[in-house]
């Protein structure tokens, strides 16, 4: 018995071959058709936002050439031009291409070190920025494949636009500086909840010279005496009020005047303003700006001798010269005398009783000296302690007369002084 197969059924397996064979290779096709939209659609995407997507990783052989990179689809030049089979050594200059060599020489020894570089795009494709300089970071690990065998792992990243960034403030903080230089201001930073000080400039001089300051938080206390600071806070416990009753409305406080120690303790006049805002970390700050200001200038200077010299006396830092009538009412001060109390402008205590303005410590002092000059006609001075065995006070008065010679007004000058202001004291006695 013939138990080979019939020719018709050899035939109608072979058709069933090649039909299984054609659909396979339709699917492929297919396959293949969406696999290639697919990449393009991508590509598009990646290009889309190429100026974000700037991280990629690329793998190297142990000769350092081009194996794989991901995404398979990154813009960025560098990643083209690599993944087109240039090598870094046709990107970089052979001084960079020596630094990297050793790089990747030293790999295994030092895997957390970052090497840092840049190359010169030359291809106009590259998004119109032909001619522009790309800085990278690379970090590197070994990956072994085999016992002998094995690749570089890079991960890289463009910062370009941070470089670019990093290099914008710097020239911002260099003008910044320059200008700060030449105006004698600086910038400052005061915390509502803490009451902490901050210079976030530092202080210049007469000479434009850096005060030894540091900048960031320093102690208040040493940079200002005691009233001016409490003018200072005063201002602040006024804004902070204002501020939770109407909200923040932007408007600066008026400029006040304040004085801070100089590099030899002399106390120096400043205008300071600023602006009550909340900071990165949500906190009530006072922010502003400090101009270092000559106090003469604050006190008009008229053609006329006289008024000239009253102007200038009406300038010492360190004096409060005020002048009241017969009811002991303030008919004028100086700037001093009204940083002592806590006053803006000076004008604002013309016209106020005595009473009214001083503290009541220094009040009764006052009273007495004033009183004895409006009695007698004459001059009058006290000097002793105040309040605590360190602290003198020294006040002086003197009447101003009518052409009939009746005492009209007393002009009071007074100084407060701490036994540290006489550092020899102690020595000499």
């Known amino acids: 018995m013939d138990k080979s197969l019939p020719v018709a059924d050899l035939g109608i397996d072979w058709v069933i071959v090649l039909a299984f064979l054609c659909v396979i290779l339709l699917v492929a096709f297919f396959i293949l058709i969406f696999l290639l939209r697919e990449g393009i659609k991508k590509q598009q ?5 190429s100026g974000s997507v700037n991280e990629f990783i690329i793998v190297f052989s142990r000769k350092l050439e081009f194996l794989y990179g991901l995404p398979m689809y990154m813009s960025d ?7 087109s089979g240039s090598t870094f050594q046709d990107l970089l200059s052979s001084k960079d291409w020596a630094r990297m060599k050793l790089y990747f020489d030293e790999v295994e020894k030092h895997q957390n070190m970052s090497f840092v570089f840049s190359h010169d795009l030359e291809d106009a494709s590259a998004n119109g ?39 914008e403030r710097e020239r911002i903080q260099t003008r910044l500086d320059n200008l700060l230089q030449n105006t004698g201001d600086f910038l400052w930073n005061f915390e509502v909840e803490d009451r902490r000080f901050k210079l976030l400039t530092p202080l210049m001089d007469e000479e434009h010279r850096v005060v030894p300051q540091s900048t960031g938080y320093v102690e208040i206390r040493k940079m200002m005496p005691e009233s001016d600071l409490e003018l200072l806070n005063t201002i602040l416990n006024a804004r902070v009020k204002d501020y939770h009753t109407f909200g923040s409305r932007g408007d600066p406080f008026e400029t006040i005047k304040v004085r801070l120690y100089g590099t030899d303790k002399t106390l120096v006049w400043y205008c300071f303003r ?6 990165e970390d949500n906190r009530l700050v006072l922010q502003g700006s400090a101009r270092r200001m000559d106090m003469v200038l604050d006190n008009l200077v008229f053609g006329d001798d006289k008024d000239a010299i009253l102007s200038a006396a009406l300038s010492f830092p360190d004096v409060r010269i005020f002048w009241v009538d017969r009811d002991f009412n303030i008919q ?8 002592d109390f806590q006053i803006l402008n000076p004008k604002e205590i013309y016209g106020k009783s005595l009473d009214s303005v001083v503290s009541s410590k220094i009040l009764p002092y006052m009273s007495k000296i004033l009183s004895e000059v409006f009695d007698t006609g004459r001059s009058a001075a006290w000097k ?23 005492t009209h007004t007393a002009l009071g000058v007074y100084m407060l002084l701490d036994k540290d202001d006489f550092p020899n004291a102690d020595s000499e006695n």
């Open 129 to 167: 920025d032909k001619g522009r300089t790309q800085w990278y970071e690379m970090k590197t690990v070994l990956e072994y494949v085999s016992v002998q065998e094995f690749r570089y792992v890079c991960f890289i990243k463009n910062i370009s636009k941070e470089n670019e960034n990093r290099k």
């Open 384 to 406: 002793g302690n105040f309040i605590k065995a360190e602290r003198l006070l020294m006040l002086n008065a003197v009447p101003i007369r009518s052409k009939d010679n009746i």
């Open 332 to 339: 004028g001060c100086n700037q001093s005398f009204a940083a």
């Open 77 to 83: 030049p560098l990643f083209r031009w690599l993944s």
């Open 274 to 279: 600023g602006r009550l805002v909340t900071d």
């Open 45 to 49: 995407l990646y290009e889309n936002f």
